[in-house]
């Protein structure tokens, strides 16, 4: 059986299009068709030689789709997941995992019933500073970690959407189970986890909403802490204009840190140093700066899909704690768009 895989991807939106499609053809793999009710993102599923169904059955009705990316505002993950989990295909699906731990719940039952490989597209896994970081970390160059200092921030404003006249849901509490904590914080979390291959087991946050006039959190700081007691610290929000230094990543350890600039994203690039901890000393680490993390991330689960020993890396069961820190952070907020929880 060929390497190239046949996708199908459920809501052709802004991730999808800009990212996931071109990871798909990059990657040497084929985009066999989308769904998606709106007209402006089935042209443009159209347009880059996919078929295009107004809903999931049509997807589903598809032979071809082996393995589907899920990429629907976060309140809808669900019942794409649900479904695709009882037709049997192999599913990636956006993060958060849904809008709500409820949601991510039922999921990760539908997944276990229908025995489907399933993983949560955290593309910052798969970017080659990150895998750097890991390799780097694991041969002991920082020596013991004590700290990840993150910060992962953009400007959102309620006009912001990635096609004209486009409902902006982010902004939306109930389609989006929150702001910029539920939108990027699971990126970092899941990082921590990557880097360290253990998870983030305490967690507590402060939320704000200090300079967009929605509902939901513009911005948030977190403080987490593995089990084997690495602190963790990550600043995510919407309200950092986006021309100032705003996405960075710190691994601090008891020999010398790494410092990774402008890697977290949906791009290629950004840089990586390693300082060393007796003499200060600062040296770039080199990675393969012209593959972006869904390239990497498509080839990644395209390859367990053929080969199901990779699927080690995946876990529904981590992404479902990752859901429930999430939860657990916006519950112990008393302010700013943190409340009624
Ligand atoms: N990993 C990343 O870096 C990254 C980046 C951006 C977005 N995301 C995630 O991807 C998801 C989509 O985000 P986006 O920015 O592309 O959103 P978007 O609003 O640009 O696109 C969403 C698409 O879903 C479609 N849609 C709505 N209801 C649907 C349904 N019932 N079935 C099929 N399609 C439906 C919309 O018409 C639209 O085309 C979110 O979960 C978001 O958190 C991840």
Known sequence: MSDAIGWGIVGYGWVARDYMAPGISEAGHRLVAVSDPGETSRQAAEAVGARAHTDLAGLLGEPEVEAVYVATPNHLHRE???????????????????????????????IRAGGIFYGTAFDQRHHPAHRAMRDAIRRGRVGDVTTIRIVYA???????????????????????????????????????????DESIVDIAAMTQARAQDYAVDDGALLIGRTEA??????????????????????????????????????????TLTYTDGASGRIEPIGFDGDASPFLEQVRAFGSALRRPAEREAYSAERDLHTMRLLARAYAGCRDARGTDR
Not at 86 to 107: F, H, I, R, T, Y
Not at 154 to 178: E, H, M, V, Y
């Open 80 to 110: 794409a997941v649900e479904a695709l989990a009882a037709a049997g295909k192999a599913v990636l699906c956006e993060k958060p995992m849904a809008a709500s731990l409820g949601d991510a719940e039922a999921m990760v039952a539908a």
């Open 154 to 196: 953009c400007w959102l404003d309620r006009a912001w959407t990635s096609f004209a006249g486009q409902d902006n849901w982010r902004i939306d509490p109930l389609k989006a189970g929150g702001g910029a904590l539920i939108d990027l914080a699971p990126h970092g979390i899941d990082l921590v986890d990557f880097l360290l």
């Open 229 to 270: 007691g690495v602190l963790a610290n990550l600043h995510v929000a919407y309200n950092c204009p986006d021309a100032l230094p705003r996405r960075r990543l710190e691994i601090v350890g008891t020999k010398g840190s790494l410092t990774a600039v402008d890697t977290m994203g949906q791009v290629a690039g950004g």
